[in-house]
Nanobody, 115 residues
Framework: QVQLVESGGGLVQPGGSLRLSCAASGSSFSSYTMGWYRQAPGKQRELVAGVTTRGDTNYADSVKGRFTISRDNTKNTMFLQMNSLKPEDTAVYYC?????????WGQGTQVTVSS
């Protein structure tokens, strides 16, 4: 089955930047629809950004213009570049993969934006 591992989270000041990575197992990465979700304390898990096998992207309104999703099929890795971070971005960020109508999830990585 597909296994996903997130990395790159940490503590950053407001206005700072972080880049999250998601490494996927297997040899069919280019066939996966990929996305980033996040869950803040007291809130439901929400979609942050997604990228299709065709390279089409979509973003939540709250991060549009600040975050950029991308993928490198030669390295089986997806990225989330996070700029101009706000305290409201504080959450656990999860990597998601969809393949053959089945969802796979990583363990999550903590992002904390605070002074």
């Amino acid at each position: 089955q597909v296994q996903l591992v997130e990395s790159g989270g940490g503590l950053v000041q407001p206005g700072g930047s972080l880049r999250l990575s998601c490494a996927a197992s297997g040899s069919s990465f280019s066939s996966y629809t990929m996305g980033w979700y996040r869950q803040a304390p007291g809130k439901q898990r929400e979609l942050v950004a997604g990228v299709t096998t065709r390279g089409d992207t979509n973003y939540a309104d709250s991060v549009k213009g600040r975050f950029t999703i991308s993928r490198d099929n030669t390295k089986n890795t997806m990225f989330l570049q996070m700029n101009s971070l706000k305290p409201e971005d504080t959450a656990v960020y999860y990597c998601n993969s969809r393949f053959l109508a089945r969802d796979y999830w990583g363990q999550g990585t903590q992002v904390t934006v605070s002074s």
